[in-house]
């Protein structure tokens, strides 16, 4: 979707809200985390001859890890060690999404979008994790593959099969766009047909109805937020061969390394090079050699984690994630008195589109090294168990948490008028309130039956 959604929105329904960028959203919530291994999404059964303990996470151990699952008896880890923080930051993640999409007030909401980012490096220290580890196991791709597969692909496709479904019945707007969504490439689409994105946006990121009876407004399916898991899966289709081919830790380390400057600089570049239309289009945020950084830096946690550099790495982990927050805000200020400009995050900005994202990045990379700490006050935050328990079902909060938006800004137009005080905060609560419970029923019922397959198909 665009910066000016929501307002569009809302101003359809008669009501004055101002929009927000849309979307970045992340790839998300997938099951209790396991040292580096996420049971209920990361699909790979961890090898006991070839488990390489990181020193820095060797603390934590709990007699039983499954205490809080929202579904029991789910294909156990063979890794007991448990981050129940991590869970907590995904749920903190994909919370910061639903922000970004329901609230253009306060203005640091408007950040939520950031929350994809944390999504990025974290998934990318869990995957580059998985993959080290199991390196010399007996099967490794397969079960991997199968895993990912299992954990993932039943709830997006089941989300592709209802909208064909119900294409009888609403009639959506056809655009060749769609035959990239089952293969996972819908984030090139806006780039391939960027001038339907000046003309018709609504018929590439999203499912708009032609049917009349839905006219005031009409009815959309956001699909748009899809683009972050297309850059998700196409990661891990390629990462794992890099891994197992190169198996040494030190040159996976520096290849990480290398390549979070190297895309930085392309980035750079690209401001330079590239065409402005396809920079507003966002092509720095969605074309997946732009962003793999960001999944590498986690990668690269990951690595040092397993070798000498840990101890280094968790000590200045800290000092380094406040200095970078120190300087993206002098940055930002910087940009804002020099523009005359507020922040609006529908606007195309340079410096936020390069180093910007970078130092999101590595801000996101220290929250996740703070996070593995126990004694650290980020531990202590999120390990409360609500979170813990969102963050296991947040990948069907983030898939669900946009398709029905202009489902929730009628129903409360209808149940309190156009004019009702609040109106956009009744529509948040009430999204809030549904995508909790689509998630948590998909989960338990849709998801977790898939879930439970892996053994099945794993060695």
Not at 7 to 24: A, I, M, N, T, V
Not at 385 to 399: P, T
Request: with cysteine.
């Amino acid at each position: 979707m665009d910066g000016r959604r929501v307002q569009e929105l809302h101003s359809k329904s008669g009501l004055r809200h101002s929009g927000k960028y849309p979307d970045p959203e992340g790839s998300l919530g997938q099951g209790s985390i396991y040292f580096t291994h996420v049971r209920d999404s990361l699909p790979v059964t961890l090898s006991k001859g070839n488990i390489e303990t990181p020193k820095a996470l060797q603390e934590v151990q709990v007699s039983d890890p499954h205490l809080d699952d929202v579904v029991q008896n789910l294909p156990p880890s063979e890794n007991r060690r448990f981050y129940p923080a991590l869970d907590g930051l995904r749920a903190v993640a994909v919370l910061m999404v639903f922000c970004q999409h329901y609230f253009a007030r306060p203005a640091g909401l408007r950040w939520g979008w950031t929350g994809v980012d944390v999504f990025f490096v974290l998934s990318g220290f869990l995957i580059t994790g998985i993959l080290y580890d199991t390196r010399n196991s007996q099967h490794r791709f397969r079960n991997f593959y199968v895993r990912r597969t299992l954990r993932i692909f039943p709830l997006y496709y089941a989300i592709l099969l209802a909208a064909v479904l119900l294409m009888p019945i609403l009639h959506w707007v056809y655009h060749p766009i769609w035959y990239l969504w089952p293969l996972y490439l819908e984030n090139y689409g806006r780039f391939i047909w960027v001038h339907d994105l000046q003309t018709n946006p609504y018929a590439l990121d999203h499912l708009l109805s032609a049917t009349r009876h839905f006219a005031n407004p009409p009815l959309v399916f956001y699909l748009g937020h899809f683009w972050s898991l297309c850059v998700e899966e196409q990661f891990y289709l390629a990462w794992p061969l890099v891994v197992f081919l190169v198996k040494d830790r030190v040159r996976l380390r520096n290849l990480c390394a290398a390549a979070f400057f190297v895309v930085l600089a392309a980035r750079v570049l690209c401001v330079f090079a590239v065409p402005q239309n396809l920079l507003e289009a966002g092509l720095l945020e969605r074309f997946t050699p732009f962003r793999v950084d960001s999944l590498l830096l986690g990668g690269f946690v990951a690595l040092c984690l397993r070798g000498p550099e840990s101890a280094r790495l968790t000590r200045f982990a800290r000092p380094i994630m406040w200095a970078v927050a120190g300087a993206f805000l002098a940055m930002e200020g910087y940009y804002v008195v020099s523009t005359g400009s507020p922040y609006n995050p529908g606007v195309w900005v340079p410096w936020l589109g390069t180093i910007g994202y970078s130092m999101i990045d590595l801000f996101a990379a220290g929250l996740i090294l703070q996070a593995i700490q126990p004694e650290t006050g980020v531990y202590r935050i999120l390990e409360y168990r609500w979170l813990r328990r969102l963050g296991q079902i947040s990948y069907g909060f983030y898939v669900f948490h946009d398709i029905p938006h202009i489902l929730y800004i009628k129903l409360v137009r209808h149940l309190f008028g156009a004019n009702a005080t609040h109106f956009s905060l009744r529509v948040a609560a009430l999204a809030l309130v549904g995508t909790l419970l689509m998630a948590y029923s998909s989960f338990r019922f849709f998801e977790a039956p898939f879930l439970k397959l892996k053994d099945r198909f794993t060695a």
